[in-house]
């Protein structure tokens, strides 16, 4: 029973604490949403993607075996593009700009 306890207070009440201020704020004041987004997009979740960056931890053989199955992925989607222009009888530029949109799709 206190495992549960500890998740509660761990991990859901910060989420509706944020949510129950978040709902206040918009209750009371009526902030500008599409400021606060773009306050967010361009400072605050760049700053989040590098703090995690910095604090993982991987290994040499663990990012080898991802970046090789990301090159797999990308080569098979080649492929398929490749066979399905083919089978659409598209021109080479347009076989080019299929192949790189489904190739790249992912990044």
């Known amino acids: 029973m206190d ?5 509660f207070l761990n991990s859901l009440v910060p989420v509706f604490l944020v949510a129950g201020v978040g709902w206040l704020l918009a209750h009371f004041y009526r902030p500008d949403v599409r400021g606060l987004s773009r306050v967010s997009l361009a400072a605050l979740i760049p700053c989040l993607i590098f703090s995690t960056l910095i604090s993982t931890r991987i290994d040499l053989l663990e990012s080898g ?43």
């Open 65 to 107: 075996r991802m970046g090789i199955f990301c090159g797999v992925v990308v080569i098979v989607s080649g492929l398929f593009a490749r066979l399905a222009a083919r089978l659409m009888h598209l021109d080479r530029s347009a076989t080019i700009g299929l192949m790189l949109v489904i190739m790249l799709h992912l990044y």
């Open 3 to 7: 495992i549960i306890i500890d998740i």
